[in-house]
């Protein structure tokens, strides 16, 4: 591929000879590039800090530092490790020439040398360079798009998964509105109140806390597959509509599983949306289940989805205040809930978010019997 040279490259080179930085100078120039000659290592440095040039040619045996020297300091330095060094000497041994390329020297040209040679390797280095930039710069462009589209599906997942909470919100009692936004909310507090803790910072990533907080809104999707009958009843359910009302949990779980690559498996996320849909309404003390069954993030947004519940009025209760409502899940904590999570909702009590329903029950109310919350919630 042919390279477009837009401005002329600058070669510097460094020799003690005078004579011999006079003809490569000029076999420099001659060719249309522009010649930097410096006597000394301390002058190259000046040079360079002026302006950096594209190639350097290198003498090898100089009085104030040998080449190779030089050329191992320009290989640490970040401005300059990546300018092609040729080396330029009298010395003809293989040994010479090995060490050369040892140093970071990208070739070797013995003296005398034909003019003709010393273009010709200078012109293939400067090819080489220019092809690496022009491919670094794509790689770089490349790289912003690829971030950029990631982005935006992540935005259109998001998008999506809150779409779908709110369909499920557009068919509930008009009480229920914002429960996803709370559970939302409410999970991502408690995640983090927890990641603070020594029992869980090593259980609960940043990634975890930024998942969950999407994952919660899909907790009742399965309810797009219930009934609206019975969605929206006035009223107690009775045991048959309870049964319908508790498929929302494994019609939930079918629609997370719909969403996977077959292929490729679940990933993390829709893993965690799988556990949250399948067990949100599982007790801490439901027998023979070991927590390995009742996976932390269903945990978290069970409790989230009770608070909520209790936090808001149904049509056979009051919404609670805020501090009834965590005074009923004081009660129920190492039965209902896992105690882990009650001891941090109860310290993060201020920053819980619940929706102003207006009038509301006392903390001073009796604390309700478990089965007051029915599986609407
Ligand atoms: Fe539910
Ligand atoms: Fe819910």
Redesign the pocket.
């Known amino acids: 591929m042919e390279f477009k040279r837009v401005e002329k490259d600058n070669i510097l080179l460094i020799d003690d000879v005078t004579s011999n930085l006079i003809t490569l100078s000029e076999i420099i120039r001659n060719e249309g590039y522009i010649a930097r000659p410096v006597k000394s290592v301390e002058y190259a440095m000046r040079a360079i800090d002026a302006e950096l040039p594209r190639i350097i040619l290198l003498d090898v045996t100089m009085p104030d530092m040998n080449g190779y020297d030089y050329c191992r300091i320009l290989k640490k330095d970040i401005r300059t490790r990546n300018i092609p060094v040729i080396f330029i000497s009298g010395l003809t041994g293989a040994k010479d020439r090995i060490r050369g390329f040892e140093c970071g020297g990208v070739d070797y040209i013995t003296k005398p040398c034909e003019n003709l040679e010393v273009l010709m390797r200078i012109n293939t280095h400067l090819k080489e360079y220019h092809m690496q930039k022009n491919l670094y710069m794509r790689n770089q462009k490349l790289n912003i798009l690829v971030s950029k589209q990631l982005q935006q599906l992540e935005t259109e997942r998001i998008n999506l998964i809150t779409c779908l909470a709110n369909l499920c919100e557009d068919r509930d009692i008009p009480e229920s509105y914002h429960h996803s936004d709370n559970i939302a909310a409410n999970s991502k507090l408690i995640a983090t109140g927890l990641s603070l803790t020594p029992k869980y910072e090593k259980v609960i990533t940043n990634n975890f806390i930024e998942m969950i907080e999407i994952a919660a809104r899909l907790?009742?999707v399965g309810?797009l597959a219930v009934s609206e009958k019975v969605i929206l009843k006035k009223g107690k359910l009775g045991s048959k509509e309870n049964e319908q009302m508790y498929k929302?949990?494994e019609e939930g779980l079918k629609i997370v599983e719909s969403l996977s690559d077959n292929g490729a498996g679940m990933n993390i996320f829709l893993s965690m949306a799988k556990d949250i849909v399948t067990y949100?309404?599982r007790r801490w003390d439901e027998g023979g289940h070991t927590r390995k069954e009742f996976p932390l993030p269903a945990r978290i947004v069970a409790i989230c989805?009770v608070f909520d519940a209790l936090t808001a009025p149904r049509i056979y209760k009051k919404p609670y205040s805020k501090k009834a409502a965590l005074k009923a899940i004081k009660a129920y904590s190492g039965t209902i809930f896992d105690p882990d999570l009650v001891d941090i909702m109860l310290r993060l009590e201020r920053r819980l978010v619940v929706t102003d329903h207006g009038m509301h029950v006392d903390d001073d109310e009796y604390i309700p019997e478990w089965q007051i919350l029915d599986?609407r919630?």
């Open positions: 907790h009742d309810k929302h949990c949100h309404h989805d599986l919630r």
